[in-house]
């Protein structure tokens, strides 16, 4: 048997993606036996590695896994435990882990926490909403946002934008449900604005803020909080979209694609810009306001992008949008 599972294991690493498939059937085949000779290759970044078929069979061993997963945990072989561990939350979320390694995870994320200034959030692309810092809890209730855990921004950043953060589930009266993850960042203070436009959180969800709609959102956070804002920054379409609501309703926006671009009337930072290009200072496209999503950030609220230890206060929160389904059945491994 140690010399079949030692050819499928070659085979993974075949050019022919043919022979890569019928090893991985093999190994799938052959069950839970197999896991610790593919455990060494998970997040294995060696070029010749067969990483990604290795990772592939333990996704489709699924639940099978998870029994030798817990036992490596517990008893080794030391060199597998670290990867035993990340694979148990690529396969089940943190709810599939024991009681050991669920409070050894939470206590890492605490020390963290005591020393992760400065924190960086991302600028490239991306969409986010805001809203003034001291009023989280009405954010959180008017979100309607539930199980909210102390993070890092580097976990939250990574939970809501790069992996699964949107779930299908059933509730408890087995009505078909789809909750999201939601990351609110910590405070940042903006010194930069005239004048300064004090201290915000960013909220962070992709599926969140797509299907549930941004503006929407917004307006909803703006009638429990007095204001918020939603941003998008799409590098791929050259697109930039700012929209600023007061007391659950739009006062200016912009969007690239819209017709007519700006809606509203010209907030006060935008004034200099306007008058920067009647004189020639600023290009045409500020004739009539800002058009760069990131601009209007920098004067409205807080641009993502670097914060400095001095700007940041206190830690962001992971939360869910349904009671029945908590950040702990979310699947995939985050870094701390």
Not at 151 to 170: E, H, I, K, S, Y
Not at 271 to 281: F, K, P, R, T, V
Request: glycine residues 10%.
């Amino acid at each position: 048997m140690s010399d079949t599972m030692g050819a499928l294991i070659r085979d993974l690493s075949d050019k022919d993606r043919t022979v890569r498939r019928a090893a991985e059937d093999g190994l799938v085949a052959l069950g839970a036996q197999s896991v610790d000779r593919l455990l060494p290759y998970v997040r294995d970044t060696r070029r010749d590695s067969p990483r990604f078929s290795a990772e592939s069979v333990l996704k489709r061993l699924g639940d099978q896994a998870l029994p030798r997963l817990r036992e490596i945990r517990r008893h080794g072989p030391g060199r597998l435990r670290g990867k035993a561990l990340e694979t148990l939350v690529d396969l089940g979320g943190a709810r599939v882990l024991d009681e050991a390694d669920r409070r050894a995870v939470e206590r890492l994320v605490r020390i963290k926490l005591l020393g992760e200034l400065p924190v960086s959030l991302p600028l490239d692309a991306g969409r986010w909403l805001a809203f003034p810092a001291d009023r989280l809890d009405d954010a959180v209730s008017a979100l309607g946002l539930h199980d909210l855990r102390p993070v890092t921004t580097v976990l939250g950043v990574d939970a809501t934008t790069r992996a699964d953060d949107a779930m299908d589930f059933q509730n408890s009266r087995g009505e078909k449900q789809r909750a999201y993850r939601v990351f609110i960042t910590p405070e940042f203070e903006n010194w930069r604005g005239d004048p300064p436009t004090g201290k915000w959180r960013l909220v962070w969800g992709n599926s969140f803020v797509d299907e549930c709609d941004g503006f929407t959102l917004a307006d909803t956070l703006s009638k429990r909080c007095g204001e918020a804002h939603f941003y998008v920054i799409d590098p791929y379409h050259s697109g930039s979209v700012w929209y600023v609501a007061r007391d659950g309703r739009r006062v200016r926006s912009y969007g690239t694609y819209d017709y007519p671009e700006f809606r509203g009337k010209p907030l006060p930072f935008e004034i200099s810009y306007i008058e920067d290009a009647e004189n020639g200072l600023e290009g045409e496209e500020y004739a009539k306001g800002v058009p760069d999503a990131g601009i209007a950030a920098d004067h409205l609220s807080v641009e993502p992008g670097p914060m400095s230890a001095e700007e940041t206060r206190g830690h962001g929160w992971l939360a869910t949008t349904h009671p029945d389904l908590p950040n702990s059945h979310f699947k995939g491994a985050l870094p701390i």
